[in-house]
């Protein structure tokens, strides 16, 4: 539940990312995909979930994160630890309109991944709250260039 953009309430999100970290790690784990050849990328909420789970705190390092017209979350009991995924490509896309989410949210993602040594693409587009459609080859090309910069890794 999020009372304010930015500020999940602090047990659900804590609640729901433990869950969804145990889901994801599972699923590679049965289908053999280390991290490292793994993007994880959402919209909006989905966005903010994206983050979190590449960016908290002994998470492992995936290939990349792609985050859309989101948001870094602010949670207290929950700490975001950006700088031990150094060097870690991201591609962050936000819409100058948007009114959901604004679009300064997008811009203090790439400030604070660009601060933590995050290779960081932005895009910021003349689009409310949805997914810019001329970006989807850019956003193809970022994803198996990332997951091949992860695969190098091993």
């Not at 889901?23 to 959402?42: E, F, H, K, Y």
């Not at 630890?81 to 604004?102: C, E, L």
């Amino acid at each position: 539940m999020i009372e304010e953009v930015g500020q999940p309430d602090e047990a659900s999100f804590l609640s729901s990312l433990k869950l969804t970290c145990r889901v994801i790690d599972d699923q590679l784990r049965a289908a053999g995909v280390p991290w490292n050849r793994t993007v994880v990328g959402g919209f909006s909420q989905g966005s903010a979930v994206s983050y979190a789970v590449a960016f908290g705190d002994a998470r492992p390092e995936p290939a990349g994160v792609l985050g859309m017209s989101g948001f870094v979350p602010t949670v207290r009991g929950w700490r975001i630890d950006m700088r031990a995924k150094r060097g870690m490509p991201a591609y962050v896309t936000h819409g100058s309109f948007d009114p959901v989410i604004p679009v300064g949210f997008g811009r203090r993602a790439k400030d604070l991944m660009e601060a933590a040594g995050i290779r960081v693409i932005y895009r910021e587009t003349r689009i409310q709250h949805s997914i810019d459609p001329r970006l989807i080859p850019e956003i193809r090309t970022w994803i198996s260039e990332a997951v091949a910069l992860g695969a190098e890794r091993d």
